[in-house]
């Protein structure tokens, strides 16, 4: 979660006027304009390479040259920020930051006096441009490899955080080899390590652990002063494995090496070989050179998959400050708490717009009822099991 104000947290509970930001920077200016927002929203899905996407309502009239120009630029390498937060009844303001947004498009009606701005966060430009000559990470760490990927991209115009420890990491060997798609190479090298990565609110860039647990930081409960609007839960199995097979193969001279992590909870519908059956997830990566690498890749893809047997999907008080993969804890109005990670944060612009948030049961949590079979042992199960790619 984004650091606020413990009076901020306490508001949020109470009666507030509710604050929001936009401003436009034109292409190369890092002169901002504030405009007057009259609606939008701000999707965030831990799921999608863009992480923040959205669109946003503003004021525009056709007949001012400065505004007319600027919208009509914004498409071309301008961008916008947008902030949401609480104005106090002393004056005092307390926003924070939704996110650092390139313009995809612009969208305006004279006769309405507004515009629309489609919006994406920075990792749409690492999409739009492609290797234009193969591209080796030969004796980079993974991590490292990522942020090298990134920068191509952005140089030294963003900040990068590396939470993940490349020093663990083994260097790259030659016979890893990307071609064309920038963004598939780094989501093969996030996988080797069990990270991930993107664009936080302020536009700098971030890879770490896929898999995090932590304590609760924030509550979302019914009742007197809670935010708890509405709740619906649901269980599907459609995108559910309870198996993951990964085989990693660096160099096409060296043989591959195999790990397949199981769910292995007795007690469970979902156990490898149970009620469930044997439904494993197939992953392939160049960048994975160790067996324990492969080990390790292999458990944190099927936390994230076992993850997603439920999901709640909840209406709340908006909560600027939450993101996906924070931890919250859910109090439902018979009493009921538990805890879960955000999956998809969705915050509407206008005064009146609702919180709409997606959970999953914290990956971490199936992390002791996970083995890892390896290299013959691992082919072996697979040859025996029913595979059902993702």
Known sequence: ????????????????????????????????????????????????????????????SAEDPTT??????????????LERGIAYPDGEVERVP????????????????????????????????????????VGLRPSNAVVALVQQVFGSAIAYHVLTNPASEPLMTAGTVYDQDRTQAISDLCQAVGAQCFFDALGDFVIRPAVRSGPSVWTIDAGDRGVLTGATETLDRSSVRNG????????????????LAVYSNPTSPLRWGGPFGRVAL????????????????AQSLLGLRLSLSRNLELAAVPNPALEPGDPVTVIFPDGRSEAHSLNEVHIGLGPDAALGLITNTSPAAYAPTIDVLMGSQAVAELAEAQLVAA
């Open 98 to 137: 939704l996110g650092w947004f390139r313009v995809e498009s612009v969208v305006w009606s004279a006769l309405q006096g507004q515009a629309t701005l489609t919006l994406a966060d920075r990792f749409a430009q690492v999409q739009d441009e492609p290797f234009t000559a193969p591209w080796s990470p």
């Open 244 to 259: 993951v097979s990964l085989r990693g193969q660096p160099d096409a001279d060296q043989p591959p090496l195999y790990a």
């Open 282 to 297: 197939i992953a392939e990566s160049t960048a994975v050179t160790t067996q324990a690498q492969a080990n390790a890749a």
């Open 68 to 81: 007319a120009t600027l919208i009509q630029d914004l498409p071309f390498g301008g961008h916008v920020t």
């Open 1 to 60: 979660m984004l650091a606020v104000s413990d009076r901020f947290l306490a508001a949020l509970r109470d009666s507030h006027a509710v604050s929001i930001a936009c401003y436009l920077y034109p292409p190369g200016s890092s002169a901002g304009t504030e405009v007057a927002v009259n609606g939008g929203i701000v999707d965030m899905n831990a799921d999608s390479r863009i992480l923040r996407q959205g669109s946003v309502d503003i004021a525009f």
